[in-house]
């Protein structure tokens, strides 16, 4: 089945320091690519939907200076957290939409991020 | 985005018994859909139901969905304790939103061997 790779799985990082998460679809191409982000024992929220060639469409209430993305190609997406914080550490999960298959959705494993 | 409901929130059950999860959205769908998550874990797919459709099966899966009440229900039967995790329900609106996906709350399952 199709892949979708993220990385790192998990970082620790400084708080005030940026970190970023790739999503790289590995055997198909994706134009749409979309990030959540999960708190522990919470559900996924969508932050943003990542466009190839074009600016991610942030949700309501996602600080888009705070968190960058970039989709500067058809395989991989890149997600910045900038001035990471205590309060940024959570579950960041991408999901890659396939431009041909149908359409299909295939999500990463998820990236773990922890602000000290 | 709005989220939808799940229930029961927590579910304790002894292997071989059925487990059946409820889920309650409020958009109109193009799909809906379920996932695992193992703790700490991404997700995996179960199952994608849509909305012309009333019920699918998949292994020891059963998927329910009534449109009408905006909800919809999975079954896993004979229940194992590998199934323990967490079970997600997520929308789809298709359009030019598909593939962007509205969770449920969530319902976490275990399985006592």
């Known amino acids: 089945g199709a892949v979708v790779s993220q990385h790192p799985s998990w970082v620790i990082c400084k708080s005030g320091t940026s970190v970023k998460i790739e999503c790289r679809s590995l055997?198909?191409?994706?134009?749409?690519m979309f990030w959540y982000r999960q708190f522990p024992k919470q559900s996924l929220m969508l932050m943003a939907t990542?466009?190839?060639?074009?600016?991610?469409?942030?949700e309501q209430g996602v600080e888009k200076d705070k968190f960058l993305i970039n989709h500067a190609s058809l395989t991989l997406s890149t997600l910045t957290v900038t001035s990471a914080h205590p309060e940024d550490s959570s579950f960041y999960i991408c999901?890659?939409?396939?431009?041909?298959?149908?359409?299909?959705?295939?999500f990463g494993e998820g990236s773990r991020l922890t602000v000290l | 985005s709005q989220q939808g409901e799940e229930d029961p929130q927590a579910l304790s059950i002894q292997e071989g018994e059925n487990a059946t999860m409820n889920c309650s959205y409020k958009?109109?769908?193009?799909?809906l859909q379920w996932y695992r998550q193992n703790s700490g874990r991404g997700l995996v797919h179960l199952i994608l139901?849509?909305?012309?459709?009333r019920e699918k099966h998949s292994g020891r899966l059963r998927v329910t969905l009534d449109t009408s009440k905006k909800s919809s229900s999975l079954l896993i039967t004979a229940s194992r304790a590998a199934d323990t995790a967490s079970y997600f329900c997520?929308?789809?609106?298709?359009?030019?939103?598909?593939?962007?996906?509205?969770f449920g709350q969530g319902t976490i399952l275990t399985v006592h061997p």
């Open positions: 055997d198909f191409q994706a134009t749409t």
């Open positions: 997520a929308t789809d609106r298709g359009g030019t939103s598909y593939g962007k996906l509205t």
């Open positions: 958009t109109s769908i193009n799909n």
């Open positions: 139901i849509r909305s012309n459709e």
């Open positions: 990542s466009n190839e060639g074009s600016k991610a469409t942030y």
């Open positions: 999901s890659a939409r396939s431009t041909g298959r149908s359409g299909e959705l295939f």
